[in-house]
């Protein structure tokens, strides 16, 4: 979110970017998942099938309000190394065909620009999927406004490894030099016919966009401004930003207790808050500023950077 940003529109909208149907290797299908987003209260839905576009107008059905932007998730490799690279594509107008390139960076920099292209909001999935690419390689780009700091599927590996960033560290270090790119949660969902821990299920990440309607142009043209914030179950019930300060309220959920850590430049813990107001000062040193929330069961959520300068 740029300097003195004013998140000033009106309503959250509740979304996935990051979802698969038969289409692809989903086992449901494109009906099927639209339904069971539907039935949990999602806004709007995006259908990434593995190079695929999935099309499909569920509104005019007359059976569902969900909004149905079309995506692709960009499926391809560096030749080098078969490292995958995926990069997620949102509010095309077209097929996005997958470019291979020797190296990551031309890989993720040849994808990003058809997705630009094609009319769409490049978002770089999962970077410690088979730890494909990190933060260098991220940094070598340009044109994605997101990349995924949570994928809900196994494999992902948010929390980094031995001599790996997390997502988190790798978020932090990118905005630390210079790089405006928003964090997206998704659930990266394939498995809607058996439910369990070691299932890609759906309702495990989303991203709640601030925007004055649910129409898609609205929603594209907020998620590509960074008014919103990602969640795996923590949900905010507002937020004032300017370009003094930053302040939200957590809703309350059950007897549950929340956790909040204002982060800065370098990943520096800048003011820890236990209760569901939070507000933090701009001192004008910070460089950026988000913030990580987790509550006593687990849940989390993430606030985009505000640039302070």
């Known amino acids: 979110m740029p300097e003195g940003h004013q998140m000033n529109t ?3 909208f509740k979304g996935n970017l990051h979802t698969h149907t038969n289409k692809s290797d989903g086992d449901e299908t494109p009906e099927k998942v639209c339904e069971w987003f539907e039935n949990h209260s999602y806004d709007f839905l995006v259908l990434s099938d593995h190079n695929h576009l999935t099309l499909l107008d569920y509104q005019d059905t007359g059976k569902s309000n969900l909004l149905m932007i079309p995506g692709e998730e960009v499926t ?22 997958p ?36 933060h260098r390689e ?39 030099h210079k790089k405006i790119i928003y964090g997206a ?17 759906p309702g495990r990440g989303w991203i709640m966009v601030r925007s004055e309607s649910d129409d898609q142009d609205s929603l594209i043209k907020n998620m590509g401004a960074g008014n919103f914030y990602s ?18 309220s957590i809703t309350q959920i059950d ?27 701009f001192e004008g040193d910070e460089g950026y500023v988000r913030a990580e929330i987790m509550d006593s069961d687990g849940a989390l959520a993430w606030t985009q950077p505000i640039f302070v300068l």
């Open 10 to 12: 009106k309503e959250w």
């Open 76 to 97: 391809a490799f560096a030749s080098s190394n078969m490292a995958p690279v995926h990069i997620g594509a949102i509010g095309i107008d077209k097929l996005v065909s």
């Open 99 to 134: 470019v291979v390139c020797e190296d990551v960076i031309s890989t993720l920099q040849m994808n990003i620009d058809n997705i630009l292209e094609a009319g769409g909001l490049a978002c770089i999935n999962h970077p410690n999927f088979k730890w494909a690419f990190d």
């Open 138 to 176: 991220m940094m070598a780009t340009s044109g994605a406004v997101m990349f995924e700091v949570y994928n809900a599927s196994r494999g992902c590996n948010n929390m980094g490894g031995t001599g790996k960033f997390s997502t988190s560290q790798m978020w932090d270090y990118m905005l630390s």
């Open 185 to 201: 949660a998704t659930d990266d969902s394939h498995d809607y016919q058996d439910f369990a821990p070691d299932k890609h299920n």
């Open 231 to 248: 969640s795996t179950g923590v949900y905010l019930d507002d937020m004032d930003i300017s370009n003094k300060h930053i302040e939200f």
């Open 255 to 281: 007897d549950f207790v929340f956790y909040t850590k204002l982060i800065g430049q370098n990943g520096k813990t800048l003011k820890e808050v236990s209760t569901n107001k939070v507000r933090y000062e």
